[in-house]
Protein backbone atom coordinates (compact mmCIF):
# COMPACT_ATOMS: atom_id res chain seq x y z
CA UNK A 1 0.00 0.00 0.00
CA UNK A 2 1.26 4.09 -0.58
CA UNK A 3 2.71 5.27 2.74
CA UNK A 4 3.81 8.69 3.21
CA UNK A 5 5.29 10.65 6.11
CA UNK A 6 4.55 13.98 6.64
CA UNK A 7 6.25 17.05 8.82
CA UNK A 8 3.54 19.74 9.55
CA UNK A 9 4.30 22.70 10.88
CA UNK A 10 7.16 23.65 9.66
CA UNK A 11 9.39 24.01 6.42
CA UNK A 12 12.26 22.27 7.44
CA UNK A 13 12.21 18.48 8.15
CA UNK A 14 12.53 17.18 11.17
CA UNK A 15 11.61 19.93 13.47
CA UNK A 16 7.65 19.80 13.08
CA UNK A 17 5.61 16.86 14.09
CA UNK A 18 5.35 13.72 11.76
CA UNK A 19 2.27 11.81 10.75
CA UNK A 20 2.18 8.84 9.10
CA UNK A 21 -0.34 8.41 6.38
CA UNK A 22 -1.88 5.16 4.54
CA UNK A 23 -3.07 5.62 1.49
CA UNK A 24 -6.15 3.61 -0.14
CA UNK A 25 -7.01 2.45 3.28
CA UNK A 26 -10.36 0.54 2.84
CA UNK A 27 -9.52 -2.84 2.85
CA UNK A 28 -7.95 -2.44 6.46
CA UNK A 29 -10.23 -3.23 9.33
CA UNK A 30 -10.17 -1.10 12.71
CA UNK A 31 -8.06 -3.32 14.61
CA UNK A 32 -5.30 -3.43 11.66
CA UNK A 33 -5.04 0.55 11.83
CA UNK A 34 -4.69 0.79 15.41
CA UNK A 35 -1.58 -1.72 15.58
CA UNK A 36 0.02 0.39 12.69
CA UNK A 37 -0.37 3.27 14.76
CA UNK A 38 0.76 1.30 17.45
CA UNK A 39 3.55 0.36 15.65
CA UNK A 40 5.01 3.90 14.35
CA UNK A 41 4.70 4.97 17.55
CA UNK A 42 4.12 9.03 16.60
CA UNK A 43 1.08 10.80 17.81
CA UNK A 44 -0.97 10.15 15.07
CA UNK A 45 -1.08 7.78 12.13
CA UNK A 46 -4.09 8.10 9.48
CA UNK A 47 -5.60 6.29 6.65
CA UNK A 48 -7.38 8.00 3.67
CA UNK A 49 -10.41 6.24 2.66
CA UNK A 50 -13.14 6.81 0.18
CA UNK A 51 -15.61 9.50 1.16
CA UNK A 52 -19.42 8.90 2.42
CA UNK A 53 -20.40 12.19 2.56
CA UNK A 54 -21.34 14.47 -0.46
CA UNK A 55 -18.87 17.21 -1.07
CA UNK A 56 -15.71 15.54 0.31
CA UNK A 57 -12.57 14.37 -1.47
CA UNK A 58 -11.92 11.64 0.78
CA UNK A 59 -12.53 10.50 4.30
CA UNK A 60 -10.04 10.32 7.39
CA UNK A 61 -9.71 8.04 10.03
CA UNK A 62 -6.90 9.13 12.61
CA UNK A 63 -5.51 6.93 15.26
CA UNK A 64 -2.71 7.64 17.76
CA UNK A 65 -1.34 4.51 20.12
CA UNK A 66 -4.09 4.47 22.05
CA UNK A 67 -6.86 4.77 20.68
CA UNK A 68 -8.71 6.35 17.16
CA UNK A 69 -9.51 10.62 17.10
CA UNK A 70 -12.69 11.95 15.85
CA UNK A 71 -10.01 14.74 14.78
CA UNK A 72 -6.68 16.12 14.77
CA UNK A 73 -4.97 19.22 13.31
CA UNK A 74 -1.29 17.90 11.84
CA UNK A 75 -2.90 14.80 10.82
CA UNK A 76 -5.16 17.06 8.83
CA UNK A 77 -2.90 19.44 6.86
CA UNK A 78 -0.44 16.22 6.56
CA UNK A 79 -3.08 13.91 5.27
CA UNK A 80 -3.82 16.62 2.48
CA UNK A 81 -0.52 17.23 1.49
CA UNK A 82 0.27 12.88 1.11
CA UNK A 83 -3.27 12.81 -0.59
CA UNK A 84 -2.31 15.68 -3.20
CA UNK A 85 1.23 14.73 -4.07
CA UNK A 86 -0.33 11.06 -4.22
CA UNK A 87 -2.69 12.84 -7.72
CA UNK A 88 -5.50 14.07 -5.47
CA UNK A 89 -7.25 16.73 -7.07
CA UNK A 90 -9.79 18.40 -5.36
CA UNK A 91 -13.74 18.72 -6.85
CA UNK A 92 -13.06 22.80 -5.47
CA UNK A 93 -9.63 23.91 -6.65
CA UNK A 94 -7.83 25.59 -4.05
CA UNK A 95 -9.36 23.67 -1.19
CA UNK A 96 -9.66 20.40 -0.13
CA UNK A 97 -12.53 18.70 1.88
CA UNK A 98 -11.50 16.27 4.72
CA UNK A 99 -14.73 13.49 5.66
CA UNK A 100 -13.90 12.99 9.51
CA UNK A 101 -15.97 11.58 12.61
CA UNK A 102 -16.62 15.62 13.19
CA UNK A 103 -17.61 16.04 9.83
CA UNK A 104 -16.57 17.85 6.89
CA UNK A 105 -13.00 20.24 6.96
CA UNK A 106 -12.63 22.58 4.51
CA UNK A 107 -8.71 23.05 4.25
CA UNK A 108 -7.36 26.11 1.90
CA UNK A 109 -4.34 25.77 -0.34
CA UNK A 110 -1.76 28.68 0.02
CA UNK A 111 -1.06 29.30 -3.59
CA UNK A 112 1.87 31.77 -3.27
CA UNK A 113 3.44 29.25 -1.09
CA UNK A 114 4.03 25.02 -1.70
CA UNK A 115 3.01 22.83 0.79
CA UNK A 116 1.12 25.38 2.73
CA UNK A 117 -2.46 25.15 3.79
CA UNK A 118 -4.62 26.45 6.71
CA UNK A 119 -7.51 23.93 8.08
CA UNK A 120 -10.99 25.49 9.20
CA UNK A 121 -11.32 24.52 12.74
CA UNK A 122 -14.38 22.53 13.66
CA UNK A 123 -16.85 23.78 16.77
CA UNK A 124 -15.83 23.02 19.55
CA UNK A 125 -17.71 20.11 21.16
CA UNK A 126 -17.16 22.10 24.62
CA UNK A 127 -15.97 25.39 25.55
CA UNK A 128 -16.50 28.04 29.10
CA UNK A 129 -14.32 27.60 32.03
CA UNK A 130 -12.49 25.00 33.43
CA UNK A 131 -14.23 24.33 36.79
CA UNK A 132 -12.23 24.66 39.57
CA UNK A 133 -11.66 21.43 41.09
CA UNK A 134 -10.41 20.45 37.74
CA UNK A 135 -8.41 23.27 37.14
CA UNK A 136 -6.59 22.67 40.77
CA UNK A 137 -5.79 19.35 39.43
CA UNK A 138 -4.64 20.05 36.33
CA UNK A 139 -2.85 22.96 37.86
CA UNK A 140 -0.90 20.64 40.40
CA UNK A 141 -0.63 18.03 37.01
CA UNK A 142 1.50 20.16 35.21
CA UNK A 143 3.61 21.08 38.00
CA UNK A 144 2.78 25.09 37.78
CA UNK A 145 2.22 27.77 40.87
CA UNK A 146 -1.71 28.54 41.41
CA UNK A 147 -0.59 31.92 41.21
CA UNK A 148 1.08 31.63 37.87
CA UNK A 149 -2.35 30.70 35.87
CA UNK A 150 -4.25 33.60 34.96
CA UNK A 151 -7.62 31.54 33.24
CA UNK A 152 -8.73 28.36 32.02
CA UNK A 153 -10.85 26.78 29.64
CA UNK A 154 -11.78 24.09 27.97
CA UNK A 155 -11.21 24.12 24.20
CA UNK A 156 -12.51 20.68 23.50
CA UNK A 157 -13.00 19.63 19.19
CA UNK A 158 -12.61 16.06 19.90
CA UNK A 159 -9.66 15.35 21.98
CA UNK A 160 -10.24 16.85 24.78
CA UNK A 161 -8.75 19.63 25.45
CA UNK A 162 -8.48 22.32 28.58
CA UNK A 163 -6.06 24.89 28.26
CA UNK A 164 -4.78 26.74 30.93
CA UNK A 165 -3.41 30.56 30.15
CA UNK A 166 -0.28 31.10 32.06
CA UNK A 167 1.54 33.99 33.09
CA UNK A 168 4.84 33.91 31.19
CA UNK A 169 6.68 31.60 28.34
CA UNK A 170 8.89 30.81 30.97
CA UNK A 171 6.40 29.42 33.16
CA UNK A 172 5.21 26.94 30.46
CA UNK A 173 8.33 26.18 29.52
CA UNK A 174 9.25 25.24 33.00
CA UNK A 175 5.99 22.82 33.27
CA UNK A 176 6.32 19.40 33.77
CA UNK A 177 3.51 16.90 33.71
CA UNK A 178 2.75 14.38 35.94
CA UNK A 179 1.11 11.47 34.12
CA UNK A 180 -0.71 9.90 36.89
CA UNK A 181 -2.43 13.22 38.00
CA UNK A 182 -3.41 14.12 33.81
CA UNK A 183 -4.79 10.76 33.73
CA UNK A 184 -6.87 10.95 30.45
CA UNK A 185 -7.41 14.59 30.28
CA UNK A 186 -5.47 16.55 27.49
CA UNK A 187 -4.13 19.70 28.73
CA UNK A 188 -2.59 22.63 26.96
CA UNK A 189 -0.13 25.34 28.00
CA UNK A 190 0.05 29.01 26.53
CA UNK A 191 1.67 32.40 27.56
CA UNK A 192 2.35 35.27 25.38
CA UNK A 193 5.39 36.06 24.25
CA UNK A 194 7.55 39.61 24.54
CA UNK A 195 7.28 41.85 21.71
CA UNK A 196 9.15 40.94 19.01
CA UNK A 197 9.41 37.30 19.86
CA UNK A 198 9.77 34.32 17.52
CA UNK A 199 6.14 33.98 17.67
CA UNK A 200 3.03 35.44 19.82
CA UNK A 201 2.58 32.60 22.01
CA UNK A 202 4.27 29.45 23.49
CA UNK A 203 2.57 26.57 23.77
CA UNK A 204 2.71 22.89 24.74
CA UNK A 205 0.58 20.16 24.81
CA UNK A 206 0.10 17.06 27.36
CA UNK A 207 -2.25 13.81 26.17
CA UNK A 208 -0.26 10.56 27.98
CA UNK A 209 -4.22 9.12 27.68
CA UNK A 210 -3.61 8.52 24.38
CA UNK A 211 -0.14 7.14 24.40
CA UNK A 212 1.39 10.72 23.90
CA UNK A 213 2.81 12.21 26.97
CA UNK A 214 3.90 15.59 24.89
CA UNK A 215 2.88 16.18 21.73
CA UNK A 216 5.62 18.42 19.07
CA UNK A 217 2.96 20.79 17.31
CA UNK A 218 -0.85 20.77 17.73
CA UNK A 219 -3.08 21.58 15.24
CA UNK A 220 -6.52 20.33 17.27
CA UNK A 221 -5.20 22.44 20.16
CA UNK A 222 -4.57 25.67 18.37
CA UNK A 223 -7.64 25.80 16.75
CA UNK A 224 -9.73 25.54 20.29
CA UNK A 225 -7.15 28.37 21.37
CA UNK A 226 -7.76 30.09 18.43
CA UNK A 227 -11.17 30.00 19.18
CA UNK A 228 -11.42 30.92 22.40
CA UNK A 229 -8.57 33.92 22.94
CA UNK A 230 -9.92 35.43 19.52
CA UNK A 231 -13.24 35.45 20.64
CA UNK A 232 -12.64 36.69 24.24
CA UNK A 233 -10.41 39.85 22.99
CA UNK A 234 -6.96 38.20 24.72
CA UNK A 235 -4.66 38.43 21.07
CA UNK A 236 -6.03 39.75 18.06
CA UNK A 237 -7.40 37.95 14.64
CA UNK A 238 -4.38 36.60 13.47
CA UNK A 239 -1.37 35.44 15.58
CA UNK A 240 1.41 32.86 15.75
CA UNK A 241 2.25 30.18 18.11
CA UNK A 242 5.16 28.57 18.48
CA UNK A 243 5.44 24.75 19.83
CA UNK A 244 8.34 21.92 20.25
CA UNK A 245 10.91 24.10 21.74
CA UNK A 246 11.19 21.92 24.78
CA UNK A 247 11.11 19.01 22.83
CA UNK A 248 14.01 20.05 20.27
CA UNK A 249 11.47 21.31 17.96
CA UNK A 250 10.35 24.63 16.00
CA UNK A 251 6.50 23.96 14.85
CA UNK A 252 4.97 27.45 13.63
CA UNK A 253 0.99 27.45 13.42
CA UNK A 254 -1.04 30.24 12.07
CA UNK A 255 -4.27 31.47 13.29
CA UNK A 256 -6.64 33.75 10.98
CA UNK A 257 -9.77 35.05 12.28
CA UNK A 258 -12.40 35.21 9.15
CA UNK A 259 -15.56 36.63 10.78
CA UNK A 260 -16.72 33.58 12.76
CA UNK A 261 -14.25 30.69 11.27
CA UNK A 262 -10.50 30.42 12.51
CA UNK A 263 -8.19 29.10 10.21
CA UNK A 264 -5.33 27.05 11.57
CA UNK A 265 -2.57 26.87 8.79
CA UNK A 266 1.17 25.88 8.68
CA UNK A 267 3.96 24.50 6.30
CA UNK A 268 4.45 21.33 5.77
CA UNK A 269 7.18 19.05 4.46
CA UNK A 270 7.05 15.56 2.36
CA UNK A 271 9.57 13.42 3.94
CA UNK A 272 8.83 9.94 3.51
CA UNK A 273 6.98 8.14 0.73
CA UNK A 274 6.78 4.41 -0.37
CA UNK A 275 4.67 1.23 0.26
CA UNK A 276 4.11 -0.63 3.15
CA UNK A 277 3.06 -3.79 3.78
CA UNK A 278 -0.61 -4.16 5.71
CA UNK A 279 -2.84 -5.48 3.17
Same mark, same amino acid.
Given at each position: ?????? =???????????????????? *?????????????????????????????????? $? #?????? +???????????????????? @?????????????? #???????????? !? *??????? !??? $???????????????????? !? &?????????????? %????????????????? &?? $??????? &?? %??????????? &? =? #?????????????????? @????? @???????????? !???????? /??????? @????????? +?????? %????? /?????????
Amino acid at each position: MRFSQV =DVFTDTLTLGNPVAVVHDAG *GLDESRMHAFARWTNLSETTFLLPPTQAGADYRL $R #VFTPGG +ELPFAGHPTLGSARAWLAAG @GVPASPGTVVQECA #VGLVPIRLDETV !P *GRAAFAA !PPL $RRSGPVDDATRERLTRAVGV !P &ADRVQAAQWVDNGP %GWAALLLATVQDVLDAR &AD $RDLIGAQ &AV %GLVAPHPAGGP &A =D #VEVRAFHPGVGVQEDPVT @GSLAA @GLGQWLTSAGLL !PDRFTIRQ /GTVLGRR @GLIRIARDG +EQVWVG %GDTVL /GVQGTVALD
